[in-house]
């Protein structure tokens, strides 16, 4: 059947569609779900994909030919219809939708309000623990560098919550009064508590307020003659307003509000948004799409859906660029979030249609600085295909790396580049199942042929495969590939380190059939490049290495406690789900496990404490 004749089909399916509000599911070919959408009106919807001869956007009319069956679901409501969707977009995963990535990379910080005496800490994930959550920032640094300050200014203890449990006497942040030292000292909860609410206020954006809450304290202060309180008011209010300096003010009526507007470019849909707090613009994040059916208002419609979801701090306003068709819907379902009121404005005119042109000329400097990396990058692997004499351009390159020591706790892992750039979703770690002795060829050798025995089937194959190592390395993987069936798939080579005793000052790059390296000396950057792969390799082995090392470690500690045998060790680690769990427990909560006196606790607590000392 030809196109035309699939959309004269799909046509005349839509004049029985309802005419009521629904969510509806594009399949292609092989009856896999693409792309899922909402509608008001169902009917409308979709013929204004198969009834049109020509779609404004080219790359919509593309992604439409792709479209050879559709599937509807009535609902109610437009407010289920939005549910729904959102449900059925996280179950499919369609490939033409706006997906929003895990924000597990993005840091936070977090206060248990639960607990009488919280502290702060860095968290990459929200959970539903009635923890107070801040963020998300845009950059490892810069949370570290808030924490930085929160210490420095307010008495929240900085110790951890194993320690805190534990210490006899306070540490040296109380000497330099930097801490109250809840953990030894009785310190009233209410007085603690108003420490948690300033940090509070300071996190939320809400400066101002802070500086006139601590001003009106330290003129009260100095009234009542309590002058070292007034001192330490004054050096906070300070800190404080040296802070509000670098803050720029962006609006005039001082409210919280988030900005988001949405750019297009070639290749990519960026969505950008900026963070109001106070007035003051607090931080901005890009947000990129690669592929999508969706216009503006769709975009912007299923953006906000999936990022106030997990989004601690939803302010009363979000301006936006387009207006969702669904505005109403919408609006509804974010205030059911945020259980309290909202805005959802589109403004055309004034202070606000600034702060939208400001997020629009962002958003397009970032778009134009993502696509000028992307035709570089694309220039690179162009260069790279035909040095490598390949017959694909390696679009996707894996490269392995193995780590251990002296044989003990064997690892291996698996980076991705995509693109030119790191690929850190696809990013693997194996533990070697199968090689008793040291063996760097036999750990090669057996984590090649799960990850190419499809051991993970939904994973694609590479365009280019990179092993760290020599010629060895190189004809371990050839063999390997061969055994699996996948010879021949896609193309491999070895990347070598230089051996400086020979008078060798570069890198090797090993090719099947060719018993010398290739020569790099007019394409250097080429060289640089596959050597960052390896790079990346190395220190994601080393990193994982490590942790396993460490784990294996702390594992021999309960080994070495007198009381702990096979059955009380296997009920301690299912109790708590590992050894970080037992290590942060309580006296009280290990006696809770089967088997575990109060003698045998402590002395798990006095092993753990132990090493502690000695880390």
């Known amino acids: 059947m030809t196109i035309e004749e699939d959309k004269t089909a799909l046509s005349e399916r839509v004049s029985a569609v309802s005419s009521g509000p629904g969510v509806y599911l594009m399949k292609n070919s092989g009856g896999e779900v693409i792309y899922v959408g909402k509608a008001k009106n169902l009917k409308k919807r979709l013929s204004s994909y198969f009834r049109r001869d020509s779609h404004p956007d080219m790359k919509t009319g593309v992604l439409v030919k792709k479209i050879k069956d559709f599937e509807t679901i009535h609902t109610v409501t437009e407010q289920e219809a939005l549910i729904l969707e959102a449900n059925l977009i996280?179950?499919?995963?369609?490939?033409?939708?706006?997906?929003?990535?895990?924000?597990?990379?993005?840091?936070?910080?977090?206060?248990?309000?639960?607990?009488?005496?919280?502290?702060?800490?860095?968290?990459?994930?929200?959970?539903?623990?009635?923890?107070?959550?801040?963020?998300?920032?845009?950059?490892?640094?810069?949370?570290?560098?808030?924490v930085k300050f929160i210490n420095k200014t307010f008495k929240l203890r900085k110790c951890t919550t194993k320690m805190f449990r534990n210490r006899t006497r306070p540490c040296l942040n109380y000497q330099i009064g930097s801490c109250l030292a809840p953990c030894c000292h009785d310190v009233d909860v209410d007085v603690y508590r108003r420490i948690v609410d300033e940090v509070s206020l300071f996190l939320r954006g809400?400066?101002?307020?802070?500086?006139?809450?601590?001003?009106?304290?330290?003129?009260?202060?100095?009234?009542?003659?309590?002058?070292?309180?007034?001192?330490?008011?004054?050096?906070?209010?300070?800190?404080l307003e040296r802070t509000l300096e670098k803050q720029h003010v962006v609006s005039s009526d001082m409210m919280d509000r988030d900005v988001i507007a949405v750019t297009r470019g070639e290749r990519l849909s960026l969505i950008t948004v900026l963070s109001i707090r106070g007035g003051s613009l607090s931080g901005s994040r890009h947000f990129p799409f690669q592929e999508t059916m969706a216009d503006d208002d769709e975009l912007t419609g299923t953006f906000l859906q999936q990022y106030y979801e997990t989004t601690p701090d939803i302010p009363g306003e979000i301006l936006v660029s387009t207006m969702p068709h669904d505005s109403e819907a919408i609006t509804d379902h974010l205030k059911a979030i945020k259980k309290s009121s909202l805005n959802l404005l589109s403004p055309q005119r004034g202070e606000k249609k600034k702060l939208i042109d400001m997020a629009l000329q962002n958003g397009a400097m970032e778009l134009e600085d993502r696509e000028t990396r992307g035709r570089q990058g694309m220039d690179l692997l162009v260069r790279l295909k035909k040095k490598l004499d390949m017959e694909n351009v390696p679009l996707r390159i894996e490269c392995f790396d193995n780590s251990n020591m002296s044989g003990k706790q064997p690892v291996s892992a698996m980076v991705v580049f995509k693109d030119a750039r790191p690929f850190k979703s696809a990013y693997r770690k194996y533990r070697i199942?199968?090689?008793?002795?040291?063996?760097?060829?036999q750990y090669m050798a057996e984590v090649l042929g799960r990850r190419y025995g499809k051991e993970d089937p939904e994973a694609p194959f590479p365009d280019l495969l990179m092993v760290d190592g020599g010629k060895g390395q190189l004809n371990v993987a050839l063999d390997i590939l061969e055994k699996t069936g996948v010879a021949g798939t896609f193309d491999v080579i070895a990347i070598a380190k230089k051996d400086e005793k020979a008078g060798e000052t570069k890198d090797k790059i090993f090719k099947p059939g060719r018993s010398n390296p290739l020569n790099f000396s007019q394409d250097e950057d080429l060289l640089l490049f596959l050597q960052n792969i390896r790079d990346e390799a190395h220190r994601f082995v080393v990193g994982f290495h490590r942790k396993t090392r460490n784990s294996a470690g702390l594992a021999s500690i309960l080994d070495s406690v007198p009381g702990i045998g096979e059955i009380r060790k296997k009920n301690l680690l299912l109790h708590f789900g590992g050894i970080r769990g037992i290590r942060n427990a309580s006296v009280e909560e290990l006696t809770k496990v089967e088997g575990v006196t109060r003698t045998v606790a402590e002395a798990v607590q006095r092993a753990f404490h132990d090493q502690d000392g000695r880390d």
């Not at 996280?90 to 919280?118: A, C, G, S």
């Not at 601590?214 to 002058?227: D, Y």
């Open 206 to 239: 809400k400066t101002p307020v802070l500086i006139r809450q601590v001003k009106n304290e330290m003129v009260l202060a100095a009234t009542e003659e309590r002058f070292e309180d007034a001192a330490q008011m004054r050096d906070k209010l300070f800190a």
């Open 90 to 146: 996280r179950k499919h995963k369609p490939r033409y939708n706006v997906i929003l990535k895990d924000d597990k990379r993005y840091p936070l910080l977090r206060i248990d309000i639960t607990t009488p005496y919280p502290n702060l800490t860095i968290a990459r994930k929200i959970k539903k623990d009635g923890a107070l959550y801040f963020g998300p920032y845009a950059s490892a640094g810069a949370v570290h560098q808030t």
């Open 433 to 441: 199942k199968t090689v008793e002795e040291q063996d760097d060829y």
